[in-house]
């Protein structure tokens, strides 16, 4: 090779601006990738966020009204794509799926979606054969009436409490979110977007079960009449779907009224731009107008947290079925593939993990607060299935024995009781939502192996007992 010298330079000179240029391209090189890549090891900020994520993560989309649900074609999902698999199990491409795909994926739900005005869905879903297939009318024999006295007696109770709550609700903070009991006023909180109405919403199925049927019409008046779904404000992903699409599923599911299903599908489709990320996990807040979503703030290193995006299925399934749109089911079994396929350390599930690269962020287990309705879903989801969703079966009862082998422990007194793992070492403590846990180890104990049935009953039995221990002790303080 043949270096023509340039007129006026000589080599050496030459030499020494080109190693000059060398150096400052290699310094600016390195602190542009020192400066975007604190974007993903630093603590997620929402400003960042909206500065230099907003755009390629989270499109904005612009979501219809009631009308255009009632009046929509859902999009056709192929489904052969989710099933396709090569020698080593599931293509990279189904658990990561890239940014573009997904970007481009929402486009094409809003193009089918635009261009199938008029085309009429309500046939998706009859509600009347759904009731004829039930083994079980929705209230049970005689509308769950016990023979047993006792168990009568105590249920009457729970109903008493139940409209002394609602009575108060509706006198203090009706169509707030929640009642303030020490203040007597109501609280709409920032964890909704701007919805109202969240302990209306969320009872509804309750007082129609319990047969407080005035109230029960209250609650639908004000669901028809007065829940406005057109918000722009900043939503928690996990709050809005368990109180407000959890509450209206499962009134339809109750009653049939069209209503409540318009509704939910409204929201449903409010809550999909939160999956648009790098691996498709869901992002822990959302904007429900814009569809802009990010990670909570306090959340380790911009990461989405175990309990909120693994208590989605029961619902976004529920989606599907009422919409005859697969896309809800295909988002929360994405999650699926890729919770089975990344390692987890002693087979347990931590707390944090990355949205962008799919990878754990701390080794920090609960089955208390941040981790807790993970697990609960899952042995849900097997029994919603009638037992047929196998995959949700064999992860539940392997979380299961993981948890025994590695957190369930006995303190100095006898009581059993579910401690906290942080990268291997045990901390000897078991917070207050890690009580649901008995209730959970009870209604799966019958699907496990033969063997360890009267084991589920019993350790059921014993963290429960400590959580009552726990409460009747601290009254005493």
């Known amino acids: 090779m043949v270096f023509r010298k340039l007129p006026g330079v000589s080599a050496s000179g030459m030499g020494l601006r080109l190693s000059q240029k060398f150096v400052f391209l290699l310094f600016l090189s390195g602190l542009v990738t020192l400066c975007f890549g604190a974007l993903f090891f630093l603590p997620d900020s929402v400003r960042l966020k909206r500065i230099f994520l907003s755009k390629t993560e989270s499109q904005p989309v612009t979501v219809g009204s009631e009308n255009d649900v009632r009046d929509r074609k859902p999009s056709v999902i192929n489904e052969a794509k989710t099933d396709k698999k090569n020698a080593g199990g599931e293509t990279l491409e189904e658990v990561m799926p890239s940014r573009s795909k997904t970007e481009s994926a929402s486009k094409d739900e809003k193009v089918t979606s635009s261009s199938n005005q008029g085309a009429n869905t309500d ?29 009568l ?37 920032n964890m909704f977007g701007g919805l109202r109405g969240a302990s209306i919403v969320d009872s509804l199925d ?20 007065s829940l406005d779904l057109n918000s722009n404000g900043e939503a928690s992903l996990f709050e809005v779907n368990i109180r407000y699409v959890g509450g209206l599923l499962s009134a339809y599911y109750l009653t049939g009224d069209e209503m409540f299903k318009r509704k939910v599908m409204v929201l449903g489709e409010k809550l999909l731009p939160a999956f648009n990320t790098p691996t498709g996990i869901p992002r822990g807040v959302i904007n429900l107008g814009s569809g802009t979503s990010w990670s909570w703030g306090w959340a380790s290193a911009g990461s989405s947290i175990l309990a909120e995006f693994g208590t989605l299925h029961l619902e976004f399934v529920h989606l599907s079925e009422l919409s005859n749109n697969g896309i809800y089911t295909e988002k929360v079994m ?3 593939k890729l919770l089975n396929k990344i390692e987890k350390p002693h087979g347990l599930y931590p707390n944090f993990l990355s949205p962008v690269s799919g990878n754990w962020v701390q080794h920090h287990v609960s089955i208390g607060g941040l981790g807790d309705s993970f697990y609960e879903y899952l042995i849900k989801s097997y029994l919603m299935s009638d037992k047929t969703d196998e995959e ?16 369930v422990q006995k303190s100095p007194g006898g009581l059993t009781y579910m401690a906290e793992w942080r990268g291997g070492i045990l901390d000897h403590k078991m917070g207050h939502l890690a009580c649901f846990s008995g209730g959970m180890v009870v209604i799966g104990a019958d699907d496990g192996a033969p063997e360890k049935r009267q084991h589920y009953l019993d350790l059921a039995a014993e963290i429960t007992h400590t959580c009552h221990e726990s409460y009747s002790r601290s009254e005493q303080l």
């Open 123 to 151: 046939t998706s879903f009859d509600y009347n054969k759904f009731k004829k297939c039930l083994l079980k009318p929705p209230l049970g024999i005689e509308h769950g009436k016990p023979s047993d006295p006792q168990t």
């Open 153 to 189: 007696q105590r249920r009457e109770k729970v109903k008493e409490m139940m409209k002394f709550a609602w009575d108060n609700y509706k006198s203090f903070a009706w169509g707030k979110n929640e009642l303030r009991p020490l203040t007597r006023n109501g609280h709409i909180g």
């Open 206 to 225: 309750t007082l129609y079960i319990m047969g407080l049927m005035d109230e029960y019409n209250d609650a639908k008046e004000w669901v028809e009449t």
């Open 334 to 336: 994405n999650i699926r």
């Open 392 to 407: 949700a079966k064999k992860m539940y009862y392997s979380a299961l024995e993981a948890i025994e082998a590695n957190l």
